[in-house]
């Protein structure tokens, strides 16, 4: 099961900064933050992760709270290009080692022109 | 860099028969590979884990003799789906992290597979 929560969907004005949020309570403190990102019909393209401080690439930044238990991923400047689906993932740790990535629903972006 | 690809993009075939669906990562290698199914409408579900050298990890309720999974190479990864059913048409991605430790995943573009 994925470990994180995120709405389902929102809308963005074409222009403006879209704000995702995701929840992550049950995140422990050596596991990363990750966004991805679907275009229909397309595989899924990185975006961005984090550990615990802020980052920022040329896609978007990712904000992480104090707690870690929720994220914001910012897109500053929403295109039309921009809708897809944002999936915001916490790894699922093996019992033999190492990870798995499982999605969850994730939010589905409208930008409107 | 870290491109993933991922052939044919589009394939379909008649019940019964088998199909393979290569993935291969261009310009790093991989130790691990990730398989995933998407239907319409739905989120990527994770089928297996494709290891080199070694046999693939499967998902809870993935068929391992349904979903052969070869990781031939540090840059090659296949899965087979043996005999084909139209309910195994779907949409199929790989994907693969560019390193070790907290590296991303990278996806290919996906296949998608109609059974007819």
């Known amino acids: 099961d994925a470990k994180t929560t995120q709405p389902t969907s929102m809308d963005c004005a074409e222009g403006r900064a879209a704000n995702l949020p995701c929840n992550h309570s049950?995140?422990?403190?050596?596991?990363?933050v990750y966004w991805y990102r679907q275009i229909h019909s397309q595989g899924p393209q990185y975006i961005i992760h984090?550990?615990?401080n802020n980052e920022t690439n040329e896609m978007a930044s990712l904000i992480i709270t104090e707690d870690r238990k929720s994220s914001t991923l910012i897109l500053p400047h929403a295109t039309l290009r921009d809708t897809a689906v944002y999936y915001c993932i916490v790894r699922v740790a093996r019992n033999t080692g190492g990870f798995k990535t499982i999605f969850g629903a994730g939010t589905r972006l409208f930008v409107k022109a | 860099g870290a491109v993933v690809s991922q052939h044919p993009s589009r394939v379909i075939c008649k019940s019964g028969t088998s199909v393979k669906i290569e993935c291969r990562s261009l310009d790093f290698q991989a130790t691990t590979m990730f398989w995933y199914r998407q239907f319409p409408k739905q989120s990527l579900m994770l089928m297996a884990t494709s290891n080199e050298g070694s046999k693939a990890t499967y998902e809870q309720g993935v068929e391992k003799d349904k979903f052969l999974i070869n990781h031939a190479s540090l840059t090659l990864s296949t899965l087979t789906v043996t005999s084909a059913h139209p309910e195994d048409s779907s949409f199929y991605i790989c994907s693969a992290p560019s390193g070790t430790g907290d590296s991303p995943l990278h996806f290919g573009n996906g296949t998608r597979l109609t059974v007819t």
């Open positions: 049950t995140i422990s403190g050596n596991e990363y």
């Open positions: 984090g550990l615990k």
